[in-house]
């Protein structure tokens, strides 16, 4: 009988492949090259088996022939992938083509099974969002536990990539609230928890799809990852690119991408519009997109040296994105959860304060808020309490407590005139 580890989950029996790692180089010849090929296989799970880890990390894991297995908690998903072990993704843009993902499969990861992903896993990654990402904290530390008490002390890279701001770094705190004090020292040694900035867009499936694992991704895909972080050797992953300067494309994604997004999508909403190639299509809201992203953008290039040319070359890619004819991208999508896009640290917000930093022309942006506050959305727990807010508080008060920012500010007094008038 296995024995039961701290966790209370059965210990598992660690198979022999898993230490020939540890097998000095000279012996290595010994060994049938079928062994050594299957060690160097990565293993890598992925939490979160939506059309973002379908569609962009898992895609690019298992194109760089790592076994991928994905952890979600949508029962029918989890049979789906594991029946079919493979799944459609179209890439579209200027070239489209479509590709096959095989060998892959899936685990709950509400059960036991993750647990043992985890303590043999080479690689752990995340594309559940940044509201179910503390969830999966507890689940993350029960493995890590479990894989110390089974004797597995190899470095395991642990990568959140989410539209958050160092989201694997809070990722980290999550699960050091979780695990015993008694195991923090070898985490610090063992794992690494690395930080990354993510760019794909990936829209729902159309509803006439009746492939439920067919997804359809652009062709543009932007993933960096903070090089400083890794413990062990970096996985070689095609369209994985490593810095030292992490926080300059955190922020220039944060500031163009999501900023343009998010400001087509509510301007859009304004004028009826339903899908963001339509908003973009509309010449009034394409310019002021484009101003809102140079406003942004002009906060990058003084606060990281960015090339002012380069970064405008950068702000009209995006535009081209947002028209791409192939998505079918639809603005409550893009819209939704409007407290959290509203925050301090978030898209709109953040690079408004980083233009009263430096003292640099806001006026699109403050736009993009006030329209943000005109938001309504019946199906969004968020839309509507923002409404509420409006409703008991006056404009005013309720974007001083959903931004953070003084009430009484000038730039407070901006934006309310701003929503007053839209």
Not at 381 to 389: C, G, K, R, T
Request: charged content about 25%; overall charge neutral.
């Amino acid at each position: 009988m296995n024995p039961v580890s701290s966790t209370g989950w059965p210990a598992p029996r660690i198979p022999r492949l898993s230490w020939i790692c540890w097998v000095p180089n000279r012996l290595r010849n010994h060994l049938s090259s079928s062994l050594v090929q299957e060690v160097n296989i990565m293993k890598t799970l992925h939490f979160g088996a939506g059309n973002i880890g379908r569609g962009f990390i898992g895609k690019l894991l298992a194109d760089a022939s790592h076994q991928v297995t994905f952890a979600d908690v949508n029962d029918t998903l989890i049979d789906q992938l594991n029946h079919r072990q493979e799944y459609k993704v179209h890439v579209v843009g200027a070239d489209q083509k479509l590709d096959v993902v095989r060998n892959v499969a899936a685990v709950s990861s509400a059960g036991h099974e993750v647990i043992a992903r985890i303590i043999t896993a080479d690689l752990v990654t995340t594309a559940v969002g940044p509201n179910i990402l503390d969830k999966i904290a507890s689940t993350l530390a029960k493995g890590l536990q479990a894989r110390f008490d089974a004797g597995n002390l190899t470095p395991l890279n642990v990568i959140a990539c989410e539209n958050m701001v160092r989201g694997t770094s809070h990722l980290k705190q999550e699960v050091l609230k979780y695990l015993p004090v008694a195991y923090h020292a070898t985490l610090e040694t063992c794992i690494g928890f690395v930080d990354s900035a993510v760019d794909r867009i990936v829209p729902p499936a159309a509803a006439a799809n009746d492939d439920p694992l067919e997804v359809t991704v652009e062709s543009f895909s932007e993933w960096i990852v903070d090089q400083t972080q890794f413990k062990g050797e970096l996985p070689k992953v095609a369209g994985m690119e490593p810095t030292d300067n992490l926080m300059a494309f955190v922020e220039r994604k944060l500031f163009t991408l999501n900023t343009g997004h998010i400001v087509t999508a509510y301007l859009g909403k304004l004028r009826g519009y339903r899908t963001v190639r339509e908003a973009i299509e509309d010449p009034v809201i394409r310019s002021k997109v484009r101003r809102a992203m140079e406003e942004s953008g002009a906060v990058l290039v003084k606060r990281y040296g960015f090339d002012p040319r380069l970064h405008a070359a950068y702000i009209e890619k995006i535009l081209s994105r947002f028209a791409n004819p192939y998505l079918v991208d639809e603005i409550d999508r893009v819209g939704r959860q409007p407290l959290r896009k509203l925050a301090a640290g978030d898209r709109l917000v953040k690079p408004l304060l980083g233009t009263l930093e430096y003292g640099l022309p806001n006026e699109q942006l403050q736009e993009g808020i006030a329209a943000a506050l005109h938001y309504r959305n019946a199906d969004d727990p968020q839309a509507v309490e923002l409404q509420a807010l409006l409703a008991e508080l006056g404009p005013a008060k309720a974007l001083a407590r959903v931004t953070g920012l003084d009430e009484e500010s000038e730039v407070v007094r901006a934006i309310v005139a701003r929503y007053e008038t839209l």
